[in-house]
């Protein structure tokens, strides 16, 4: 069976810090692009950031440019993204997507597989 589960979602400050974590299984997660998406209340799904299978080539939604970082580790079957500095226009679902293919995709009809969420919530 195919999975994608996101973790590391909760409730913290402005400022504060969060690591979500994409667990995939089911699949040779190697070979498959990952991108991070969240959705607002009331706003449509964004990217906010993605990474490709082996190269390590990353893409980062300029919102969070400077306070994200996303990256890898294939021998866990795992995605990260490291975020820094938080503001309330944070807050949000988080999804994890993977994308059959070696490349960061920004797009979300290009995801192949999507987890259930995690929901971020910054208070100020």
């Known amino acids: 069976e195919v999975q994608l589960v996101e973790s590391g979602g909760g409730l913290v400050q402005v400022g504060g810090s969060l690591r979500l974590s994409c667990a995939a299984s089911?699949?040779?997660?190697?070979?498959?692009?990952i991108g991070w998406f969240r959705e607002a209340p009331g706003k449509e799904r964004e990217v906010v950031s993605c990474?490709?299978?082996?190269?390590?080539?990353?893409y980062l939604a300029n919102s969070v440019k400077g306070r994200f970082a996303i990256s890898r580790d294939n021998a866990k079957n795992t995605v990260y993204l490291q975020m820094d500095n938080l503001k309330p226009e944070d807050t949000a679902v988080y999804y994890c997507?993977?994308?059959?293919?070696?490349?960061?995709?920004?797009?979300?009809?290009?995801?192949?597989?999507w987890g259930s969420g995690t929901l971020v919530t910054v208070s100020s």
């Open positions: 997507g993977g994308s059959h293919t070696p490349f960061c995709f920004t797009q979300d009809d290009a995801m192949d597989y």
């Open positions: 990474i490709s299978s082996r190269d390590g080539h990353t």
């Open positions: 089911g699949f040779s997660f190697d070979d498959y692009g």
